[in-house]
């Protein structure tokens, strides 16, 4: 690994530190309301709207600021994979409404604030 990857890798781990307690503080302050992590939609939610917004509006930035926010900040920050342990976890406790609702809200909503970010950023 040369000392440009050594770099990179090094963003995204800074990158990714922010990201990640953001999330932490984010899903701590949101408290669950009943068997939904409210906490987790809203970091899914803003996470789509700011990469979407960030890339269409400032898609010119330089490889070093992509690193670090797209792979670095924005892959600890949104929380797919908390999503897909909400659904099986509600889906597996007979949950099923609730369990389609997390994926609604953490799929279509979110792909929906991506687009809003994209219109936003281009005005």
Known sequence: MDMEQLWFVALVAIGGAVGSVLRYVISVTLAPYGDISWGTFAVNFIGSFLICFIFFKYGDMSETTRILLFMGFFGAFTTLSSITLEFVNLFSEGQIFNAFL????????????????????LL
Do not use: W
């Open 102 to 121: 997390v994926f609604l809200l953490n799929t279509v909503v979110c792909i929906a604030a991506g687009f809003i970010g994209r219109a936003v950023a």
